[in-house]
Nanobody, 122 residues
Framework: QVQLVESGGGLVQAGGSLRLSCAAS????????RAWFRQTPGKEREFVAL????????YYADSVKGRFTISRDNAKNTVYLQMNSLKPEDTAVYYCAAGLVATVDISSFGYWGQGTQVTVSS
């Protein structure tokens, strides 16, 4: 059974940091693009960050560029999202995803985690 399991979410004050992890099991995702998306109630899930199987290649939403860093450890089948200088508007459920095509298009990702809540207080 393939699973993506996020961890590391929580409550943090504005300006603080959190590091999310997404551990995969059931198959190897080293040849897959990995990404993070986020969603708030009543809104569509939105793209946050992407890392291609070539770990030197990353892409970010404008809203998080310069504050968030995505990375991956293929040996551990895990992707990370380091979030610094957090803002209240970063509050959301964060989901990790894996897909064969490196794109911000949510429909391209066939594997999803269950999500982890990030809450940033002002």
């Amino acid at each position: 059974q393939v699973q993506l399991v996020e961890s590391g979410g929580g409550l943090v004050q504005a300006g603080g940091s959190l590091r999310l992890s997404c551990a995969a099991s059931g198959r190897t995702f080293s040849s897959y693009a990995r990404a993070w998306f986020r969603q708030t109630p009543g809104k569509e899930r939105e793209f946050v960050a992407l890392i291609r199987r070539n770990v030197a290649s990353t892409y970010y939403a404008d809203s998080v560029k310069g504050r968030f860093t995505i990375s991956r450890d293929n040996a551990k089948n895990t992707v990370y999202l380091q979030m610094n200088s957090l803002k209240p508007e970063d509050t959301a459920v964060y989901y990790c995803a894996a897909g064969l095509v490196a794109t911000v298009d949510i429909s391209s990702f066939g594997y999803w985690g269950q999500g982890t809540q990030v809450t940033v207080s002002s």
